[in-house]
């Protein structure tokens, strides 16, 4: 194609340049993927890692059961539940983040560019914070002898302390808290381009407030709203930490489980068939993201 | 008419919901400092002013060994992410697009975009191999993997630095007879150089702050900092925890403010 020896050259050097960086992330992220795809196809070692024999019991037993006695097939309830769960609490906190997210986007947007520019840093400061730390700091606040319970009790509104600490509610509280930047941040980016005369246009119709926010600003912010949601659900989906520290070891979710594989359960093929899965879950999330997005700008310019 | 904009722009309760988010945001954090300087045990009620948990903690052995470990890692990692990510810059950006650049964008993006558990599962299988087959069991798979993942976040400031250069310098310097090596030294590094310490920067608190990666893929007495935390937080609630979250905190915050000014700046 491109015969033009210069252009060709620049492309060898192109290469040439990226290679070390292609090698590490071969090495160090791409590649172990696919050495994970095979172990899913194997049998579990008796004291963890596999048998290189070929089997698809963990993919089988990714959504079935088989009873050891009399060999009846059910399905795996327990990895359902699981699957339910996750999806619910990523789902959940993905909405709860949007809700409080746009306010907060569209009120930074439309501050004096000086006040911008610091709130931004205030929401970014939050999302380069170790999550652990983060996660830690809402334990402590809604732990039984922690800082919400004590001031309640205090103020005599309640006689005994809530059990909040290590609930589904606990880790969904957790996760708007850890991920609400991830929302802000895309949203503000398209909130900040958007024109507001098209609001003084529809004021001018008789447009209420309301069916300014449903049939102007929405529609136009849109890209906004999905990068914010998939940016929220995806980490959400596979969380770790949050459900460990906030979630106890009753309330897991699939990243949880995912490690359970490795560590007591010695199941390596069935942990990787299950990232398999999530991994398949969130790439069908992106892929869609990346049809909206796309689709959604067409509009606009058009 | 400014004035009258930004009078439309107001939607009601909009105001009230967006402080009440940056008081929550803060808040838990704030408690979490606050309570690091507790005389007492509890986090949740104040028995007077000290400083304490700080020389605990630091006569921690587990604690020092712990640091001492994660600034080895981010250092290693950090400066191989920037490096390899200001090369894959240089040679993807200024020219023009074709099907092998975003082959790299995905490469380079793809920490991004799967869920860490399962990047960590996937190193933890590999890892284990080549850690049975060679015997070596240091602290360099901790440092390849922390590369990988940061190195998108070394990319993406070092690329909209270069996306920004004025292409005509280069130019320039070829007509006045620069050799290739002449030119990046003393042409394109220094223009690179702010986008380069900037990624650096993020990628070392990137790598600072990682968990789970790190929990799948280190050795047995190979804790990290945050590691240790989480361990910590399992057993028991001290305030020692704390007193290490607060400067690690400290440590962020500063890091930040220099990436938003070396950012800023020029723009």
Redesign the interface.
Known sequence: MTADPK?RA??R??????A???V??????????L??LV?SFLEPGQYG?VEWVLSFKAWFNVIMNRDIFDGTLTFADAHLSIFWRSAKLALLTTFFAFI??F??A???A?RSPGMRTA?L??????F???????T??????I?N???L??FLLWTGIIKEPIVMLYTDFAVFIGMT?VY?PLMVLPLFATIDRFD??L??AG?DLYAS?WQL?RYVIVPVVKPGIISGSILVF??A??A??TP??LGGGRNMM??NF??LQ?GQGRN?PL??AL?VV??VI??VA?IVYTRFATSGGNKHHG | MVD???A????????T??????V??????A??VV?SFNAGD????WEGFSFRWYPEAWSNEAVKAATWRSLQIATAASI??T???T??A???TR??Q?K??SF?YL??N??L????????????????TIKVATGYQGLGYLI??H???C?PFA?LPIRARLESMDLSLETASADLYASRWQTFRYITLPLVMPGAIAGLM?AF?TS??D??ITL?VKSAGQDTL?TY??AQ?RRS?SAE??AI?TL??LL??VL?TAF?LLTRKRT
Do not use: C
């Open positions: 252009a620049e492309v050097r192109g290469w040439l340049l990226s070390p960086a292609l590490l992330l071969a090495v160090g992220a791409t590649g172990p993927l050495i994970m172990y890692n409080t997210g306010p907060t569209w009120f930074i439309t709130l840093f205030l929401i970014t400061i939050p380069w914070t170790n999550l652990l730390i983060r830690f700091a809402i334990n402590q606040i732990r002898e922690g800082f319970n004590t808290y609400l507001m005369r609001l003084q004021y407030r926010l995806i980490p989906l596979g770790y930490v460990r520290i699939i990243g995912i490690e490795f390596w942990g990787a990232s999530l991994l969130v790439s992106l | 009258r904009t930004f439309i722009a107001r939607l009601p309760g909009f105001a919901i967006a402080v009440t988010v940056f929550l945001l803060y808040l838990p954090i408690m979490l309570f509890s986090v949740a009620i191989i992410a490096t390899v990510a090369m894959a240089l040679g993807t020219r023009r074709t092998g650049q790299v490469m380079i793809q920490p975009m799967v869920p860490e558990i399962v990047t960590a599962v996937a190193l933890l299988i590999f890892f284990s390849i993997a590369a990988a993942f190195t990319y993020l608190v600072l702050d968990v789970v799948f945050p935390m989480l937080i609630v925890v704390n979250s690690l905190l962020t915050v930040l938003f």
